[in-house]
C-alpha cells in the first residue's frame, strides 16, 4: 500500500514488489462489477425467498414457504401417487401367479425388500439369516409352510400374538417346569431326538426316550418326528435348529418350552405391503 | 472521473469495443476452413443415422443418458466401460500439452468454440453494417435513427438464430435427433430439454455477440495455463522489432539528415485486423491468441510497399536472439520437431494405441460375481451348505442371448440358478441381468467342512461360444 510508481508503459502499479517483479494495477472491466452487483441482489432476493437468516428458534421461512421436509413429503406423495396403480394391482394379485408376471413380480420383491428392511431385520436380521430363535428365511425349514401363502398368512397375522385372533397358534408343554416329565425323562426323549437326525447321543437312553416321545411328542411333531406344519411343530430329523441343536439346548427347550412371538403385520401394513414382502421372502433361496 | 497523479486510477473501466477490419490472407483462408469443418461437425454430427437392428437407437452419435449408453458409429460404451471417456481425456490433455509446446495457444486461435463462433458473430456484423470504418460511424452515431435501428436489428436477429441452432444442436446428441426436433417444435420436448435450449442460446449469443474478447481474457482459465506449457522454443505471433524500427511513413525522397526507418509504415494494418484490440508490435501479450491474422494484413501492406513478408509472423523466443545476430532464419519445423514434442506426440500415441486395442479385444459378454456374506453360508435342512452369488450377466449383442453358468471347481458342488432350469439364463438384448446363482455342497463334503474352497464361474454365451470367468470362493461350515 506504499506509493504508486509507475512503469514504462504508463501504466500505475500496486506498488508491491517482489523480487523486483511489480504488478500493474489495472482496472477491472465493469461487466465484471456488474454481474457483482447482479450477484449481492440475487443473494438478498433469494435470502428473502428462501429460508435463510438463522433466529433464535428456527432459520426465517421465506416468502415461497420452502421447506425440505415438505418437498420430501412431496416427492414421498408423487412416488405414492406413481405406484397407485401398480400397488392396487399387487394388493389385489392372487399370489400364485405374481412370479410369472415379470414387471409386477420385480416391483413387489423391490417394494418387499423395503418393507422388509424396515420391519423385519431386527428379529430376522439385514441378510435374513435369522438369529437364535428367530428363523432363518434363506433355508428350506418352514416352521408353518413354506410356499407363498403360507408365508402371507404367517406375516399378515403373526404368530402368538394377542393382536389378531387369526394368528398362528400352538403351544409346547413346559415338560420339565411343569413337572410333566422328570428329569431322566427328558435326559431319554433329547437323547431320542438327536438320534432322529443323526447327532451325537447315548445309545443307551435311546429305547426309553422312543417310548417317552411317542407319548407326549409325537402328537405335535408326529410319529416320525417330522413334524406338523398346521401346528408350527418343528421337524426334528433336518439340520435345521431354531434353538440350537446341542445336548444342553434341547434339554432346556423340553424342560422350559419355547413359544416365539410374531406381531400380525396385516394390523400394521397394508394388503400390497404383506404381498410384497410375502413375494420378497418367498424368493430368498427356501420359498416351495 | 479524473485521473490526474494525486487521485487514485479508477478500479473498474468499460470495455472498449473492437471493430475488426476484413483480411485475406493464408491463415485467413485456414481459418475460414477450420470454422466451416468445426462448426459443420457440430451441427451435422446429431443427424448421420446408423443400423444397430431393431432394439437400439439408429443415431450414428448418441449419449443416451437414461439408458447409460453412449453410442458412437460401430462403438457402444457401457457405463462400466467408461475409462475409454477417460483415456480420451488422457488424450485431449496430451493433445493440448503437444500442440500447446510446440505452437503456443494454437487451439485458443483457430478451434477453440469461443474464437470460432466469435468470429462467426463477427462476420455476420461486418454484412450487416459494413467494414470497421462503417461500423465505427455507425457506432459514434449517437441518433438512433431507422437505419441504425434496422441494421442493429437484423444483426441481432441473425446472432439470435445462429445462437439457438447452437443451443438446438447440443440437445441432439442426447435424444433422436428427428424424433427431439419434431417435439420441440410442437412443444411436447421435455422442459430440461428446452432450458439447456434456452442456456446455451442465451450463452452463444451473449458470449458470441457481446463479451468475445472479454471471455478469453477474464473468464477462461485455459490461456493461463497454457502459458506454463510455453517455452523458448514454443511457436507465438511476434513483431520483428529489429527489422521494423524505428517506425514512420516513408517518403519518397528520404531526408539525409533523418535516421533511416525501419520497414514497418506504421499504418496499423495489423492494430485493425486484431480481435482481441492489441498491438502485437509490443510485444507478446496476455491478450494474444495468436490468431496471425496481423501476419496477413501485415504480409498484405508488405507487399505492396514491395518489402519482404513476414515483418509479424510465427516464430519462437529464440529466434530474435538468433535473428538479432545477424542469422538466418531458424525453419519453424526445428522448433516443432524437439524432444519434448515427440515425448508428448508417443504418449499421445500409446495412450491412442492402448485404447483401440482395448476396444477391440473387448468381449460381448462379460460377468461380475459379487458373492453374499450376509450370511456367509446357508445350512439346508438335509445339512447342505449353500452359498449365494449375485452374479452379473452383460449381453452387449442386439439379441437375447441364453448363458450357461457352470463351476470349476476340484470338489463336488452343485450350482442351480434361481429361476432358471439347467443353470441357463435368457439375458435380453444390450442389457443386464443380475442372477442369483447357489453353489451347494453336500454334507460333510469337503467343501461343506472346510473354511473356503476356490471356484470359478464360468458364463457361456449358447450362441457365439463365447465365455467369460470369475474366481471366486465357496465358504463351508467349518468346525
Known amino acids: ?288 | 472521473m479524473s485521473t490526474s497523479d494525486d487521485t487514485p486510477p479508477n478500479l473498474y473501466a468499460a470495455r472498449e469495443p473492437i471493430f475488426p477490419k476484413r483480411v485475406s490472407g493464408r491463415f485467413r483462408n485456414l481459418k475460414w476452413i477450420i470454422m466451416l469443418l468445426t462448426l459443420g461437425v457440430y451441427y451435422i454430427t446429431p443427424w448421420f443415422r446408423w443400423d444397430r437392428g431393431p432394439e437400439l437407437p439408429s443415431q450414428a452419435v448418441l449419449v443416451d443418458l437414461a439408458n447409460r449408453r453412449f453410442f458412437f458409429f460401430f462403438i457402444e460404451i457401457w457405463p462400466h466401460e467408461f475409462y475409454f471417456v477417460a483415456g480420451l481425456l488422457i488424450m485431449a490433455g496430451l493433445g493440448l500439452f503437444l500442440f500447446t509446446s510446440a505452437l503456443g495457444r494454437v487451439w485458443c486461435g483457430y478451434t477453440c468454440p469461443q474464437t470460432v463462433w466469435t468470429d462467426l458473430f463477427i462476420l455476420v456484423e461486418r454484412w450487416v453494417e459494413g467494414d470497421r470504418n462503417a461500423r465505427l460511424r455507425l457506432h459514434r452515431q449517437q441518433k438512433m435513427d431507422v437505419r441504425k435501428i434496422r441494421l442493429r436489428m437484423t444483426k441481432f436477429v441473425i446472432w439470435a438464430l445462429i445462437a439457438l441452432a447452437t443451443g438446438g444442436a447440443w440437445v441432439f446428441y442426447f435424444a433422436d435427433a428427428p424424433t427431439l426436433l419434431w417435439d420441440l417444435l410442437t412443444l411436447q420436448a421435455h422442459p430440461v430439454a428446452y432450458s439447456t435450449v434456452f442456456l446455451l442460446t442465451a450463452t452463444t449469443f451473449v458470449f458470441g455477440g457481446m463479451m468475445r474478447e472479454q471471455v478469453c481474457i477474464y473468464m477462461c482459465p485455459w490461456p493461463r495455463i497454457q502459458a506454463a506449457m510455453m517455452d523458448e522454443d514454443t511457436i507465438t505471433v511476434a513483431y520483428r522489432e529489429w527489422r521494423g524500427e524505428p517506425r514512420g511513413k516513408h517518403r519518397k525522397k528520404a531526408d539525409a539528415d533523418e535516421a533511416p526507418l525501419g520497414d514497418c509504415i506504421d499504418c496499423n494494418a495489423c492494430v485493425n485486423v486484431c480481435p482481441m484490440g492489441i498491438d502485437i508490435r509490443d510485444g507478446q501479450q496476455l491478450e494474444c491468441i495468436t490468431c496471425a491474422l496481423c501476419i496477413d494484413a501485415c504480409d498484405e501492406m508488405m507487399e505492396k510497399i514491395g518489402k519482404p513478408r513476414g515483418l509479424i509472423d510465427y516464430m519462437a523466443l529464440t529466434d530474435e536472439q538468433h535473428e538479432r545476430s545477424g542469422q538466418a532464419k531458424i525453419p519453424v519445423w526445428k522448433h516443432i520437431f524437439r524432444l519434448r514434442t515427440i515425448l508428448y506426440t508417443s504418449l499421445w500415441a500409446a495412450v491412442g494405441l492402448g485404447l483401440t486395442v482395448a476396444l477391440f479385444i473387448r468381449p460381448d459378454l462379460s460377468v461380475t460375481v459379487a458373492p453374499i456374506r450376509n450370511p456367509v453360508y446357508v445350512t439346508m435342512s438335509d445339512g447342505t451348505i449353500r452359498n449365494s452369488y449375485d452374479v452379473r450377466l452383460r449381453n452387449k449383442h442386439g439379441e437375447d442371448r441364453p448363458f450357461q453358468i457352470s463351476i470349476e471347481t476340484d470338489d463336488q458342488l452343485k450350482v442351480v440358478a434361481e429361476g432358471a432350469e439347467d443353470a441357463l439364463v435368457l439375458v435380453p438384448a444390450d442389457s443386464t441381468k443380475l442372477q442369483r446363482v447357489y453353489i451347494m455342497a453336500a454334507p460333510g463334503s469337503a467343501a461343506a467342512t472346510s473354511a473356503v474352497t476356490d471356484v470359478r464361474i464360468w458364463v457361456e454365451d449358447t450362441v457365439s461360444k463365447e465365455r467369460a470367468g470369475k474366481d471366486t470362493v465357496f465358504n463351508g461350515k467349518a468346525e
Open chain 1, 1 to 288: 500500500m506504499s506509493k504508486k510508481s509507475e512503469n514504462e508503459n504508463g501504466v500505475p502499479t500496486t506498488g508491491h514488489s517482489w523480487d523486483g517483479i511489480e504488478e500493474y494495477d489495472n482496472p477491472m472491466p465493469r461487466w465484471w462489477l456488474y454481474t457483482f452487483y447482479a450477484c449481492i441482489v440475487w443473494g438478498i432476493a433469494y435470502s428473502i425467498a428462501y429460508p435463510a437468516w438463522p433466529m433464535v428458534n428456527r432459520a426465517t421461512a421465506g416468502l415461497l414457504g420452502f421447506s425440505t421436509r415438505g418437498a420430501l413429503v412431496e416427492e414421498l406423495a408423487a412416488a405414492e401417487a406413481a405406484n397407485a396403480q401398480i400397488d392396487s394391482r399387487l394388493a389385489s394379485a392372487d399370489l400364485s401367479v405374481i412370479a410369472d408376471d415379470a414387471g409386477l413380480n420385480q416391483y413387489a420383491v423391490s417394494k418387499g425388500a423395503a418393507v422388509y428392511r424396515t420391519w423385519c431385520i431386527q428379529c430376522h436380521g439385514s441378510g435374513a439369516a435369522g438369529a437364535v430363535g428367530f428363523p432363518n428365511l434363506l433355508d428350506d425349514a418352514w416352521l408353518w409352510g413354506g410356499d407363498i401363502e403360507a408365508i402371507q398368512t404367517t406375516i399378515n397375522h403373526g404368530i402368538r400374538n394377542e393382536d389378531d385372533p387369526d394368528a398362528r397358534f400352538s403351544l409346547m408343554p413346559a415338560f420339565g417346569a411343569d413337572q410333566l416329565l422328570s428329569e431322566e425323562q427328558i435326559e431319554g426323549v433329547v437323547n431320542y431326538v438327536m438320534s432322529l437326525s443323526g447327532e451325537p447321543h447315548d445309545a443307551a437312553m435311546v429305547a426309553e426316550g422312543a417310548e417317552i416321545f411317542a407319548n407326549e411328542c409325537a402328537a405335535c411333531h408326529s410319529e416320525d418326528g417330522t413334524g406338523n406344519r398346521d401346528l408350527g411343530a418343528p421337524n426334528l430329523t433336518d439340520a435345521v435348529w431354531l434353538y440350537g441343536g446341542d445336548y444342553d439346548t434341547l434339554i432346556e427347550t423340553v424342560t422350559y418350552a419355547r413359544a416365539g412371538v410374531m406381531p400380525a403385520w396385516g394390523l400394521r401394513l397394508g394388503a400390497a405391503e404383506i404381498n410384497a414382502v410375502a413375494t420378497y421372502v418367498h424368493q430368498l433361496g427356501g420359498g416351495e
